[in-house]
């Protein structure tokens, strides 16, 4: 029995290719050639029974347990119960590209912000530290494409067991190969985290649209009608002159009095139209600029939102532009804008970012101050009804020479509870003062979700007067 005894597997054919379409008689051929292979196998491991029964219970409780989680605790468990060896578990983080501690023998699992401490590092043949052995984790190869942050090398994450010297040859063998099971194991069970959160960020994707899109469309109806009644009014100026020409008693002066009166709603309807042209020509863009973003191919492939970054000045490309087309609002309602932004220099703070998807936070904000921006008496016994919006550096914010920019936006009214603040970015909260204006309390989360893609953070602070909601985003100086 050799160490680097290598599964045997059978001979290249149209049911082992992914991309084939095999019979069922090469179907067949397929599984008997490979269940004699695997019989011939384990004959030549020659396990003892523990060995044997430590395969077993791994192999029953990956299929009982159905998270990665437990996963992780079965792997370092059965070897310290029948071997008596302690175990490390070590998986790839994909976003990070290194790999993370995530499951010790001795203290179970580690917290998400401890599993980094550590020195790993990947390889592609098992190695030995001073103390320990290390065994590369593969993932099926037959599956090499269903999981995109894989490389050629398949790796997975690192086995570590130890001590080293209560490691006999014939146990560094049988390790090898549970290794290998562990690596299936843990790569089924990706590929099911990989589509159960594939599903979810495309059911939260349709929410984005219905939120960002949809419900904001309905104001094309509006200028339907709006359009409507003005198409009235040119009918009534038509029917004026044609009453003047017809009218074959009407004096000079009177038909220029008449014809004056249908210049002057002409003139109005005119600029009615020039306005709801200009606003409509805004919302176009505006709802164009969403509609790209959102329903982007990349997406729905890849199950996360795909950024496409470039350089942006916030106040010219996004705030303007939403102010320009929120302020009517605001007059109509008595709230009062106060844009802090208007006198900051853009020249010292360069943003790369998704502008889409940022410009829907900010839309996000704009639209909770109109429903939510409520009266609140001052520290003089003045009534107050204020939306305000400023920008702040926040030097070293992200780690050492790693500056933020945080935006702030305030609106008065009563301020949340602690509570209610820590849970402002959840999925379908709404805050208890929130409960008879419109909303599905999806906005902030999208928020939360946009930002953090980013690499931002968020933040809510109730104040004296209301309620201050920020988010932060690295920069470049």
């Known amino acids: 029995m050799s160490d680097d005894m290598k599964d045997t597997a059978c001979d290249a054919c149209n049911a082992c290719n992914p991309g084939g379409a095999p019979s069922l008689q090469e ?4 599984i008997y050639q490979k269940v004699r292979a695997k019989k011939e196998s384990y004959r030549l491991y020659n396990f003892g029974r523990l060995q044997e029964e430590a395969f077993a219970t791994f192999f029953d409780l990956a299929q009982e347990f159905t998270t990665l989680e437990s996963l992780y605790m079965i792997c370092v468990a059965v070897p310290k119960d029948f071997f008596d060896l302690d175990g490390r578990l070590y998986i790839l983080n994909p976003k990070r590209s290194q790999l993370e501690l995530v499951c010790t023998s001795e203290k179970g699992l580690t917290a998400p912000q401890d599993r980094n401490n550590h020195g790993a590092v990947i390889m592609e043949k098992p190695g030995t530290t001073q103390d320990s052995w290390l065994f590369p984790i593969r993932g099926n190869q037959s599956l090499a494409n269903s999981l995109p942050f894989l490389g050629q090398h398949q790796i997975l994450g690192l086995f570590e067991i130890y001590p080293k010297q209560k490691v006999t040859k014939r146990e560094h063998f049988f390790l090898e190969k549970f290794t290998n099971r562990i690596g299936y194991n843990l790569h089924q069970k990706l590929l099911v985290q990989q589509n159960i959160n594939h599903i979810k960020f495309i059911n939260q994707l349709v929410s984005d649209i219905e ?42 002066e009177d ?43 990349d997406h729905f492939q890849k199950g996360t939102y795909v ?35 208007e006198n900051v220099p853009d020249e010292q703070v360069t943003l790369f970012v998704d502008k889409g998807l940022i410009s829907q936070v900010f839309d996000n904000f704009f ?19 204020l939306f305000s919006l400023n920008r702040q550096i926040l ?51 999208f928020v939360r979700n946009v930002v953090e893609i980013h690499g931002g953070t968020v933040g809510c602070e109730p104040q004296l007067y209301g309620n201050l909601i920020y988010f932060t985003l690295p920069f470049k100086e």
Request: positive net charge.
């Open 27 to 30: 179907l067949s051929e397929c």
């Open 211 to 252: 939120h960002n899109v949809i419900t904001p469309n309905l104001y094309y109806k509006l200028f339907l009608i709006r359009l409507k009644r003005m198409i009235s009014s040119y009918g009534d100026i038509q029917t004026l002159i044609e009453s003047i020409l017809e009218d074959p008693k009407a004096t000079r």
């Open 367 to 385: 639209s909770n101050a109109l429903k939510y921006t409520g009266e609140r008496q001052d520290q003089f016994g003045h009534e107050i009804k």
């Open 255 to 297: 038909a220029c009095e008449s014809l004056q009166n249908a210049v002057e709603l002409l003139k109005t309807t005119n600029q009615g139209l020039q306005s709801e042209h200009s606003a409509l020509s805004r919302h176009y863009e505006h709802t164009s600029l969403f509609l790209e973003t959102l329903f982007r191919k």
């Open 395 to 445: 030097k070293d914010y992200f780690g050492s020479d790693k500056p933020g920019v945080r935006f702030n936006f305030f609106t008065t009214g009563k301020p949340l509870s602690p509570e209610e603040a820590a849970n402002v970015f959840e999925e379908g909260f709404r805050a208890a003062r929130d409960q008879s204006a419109s909303g599905s309390g999806h906005g902030l989360h």
């Open 307 to 341: 950024l496409r970054k470039q350089s942006c000045n916030f106040r010219t490309e996004i705030i303007a532009p939403l102010l320009d087309r929120y302020s009517p609002q605001f007059t109509r309602k008595g709230i009062a804008v106060d844009d802090r932004l």
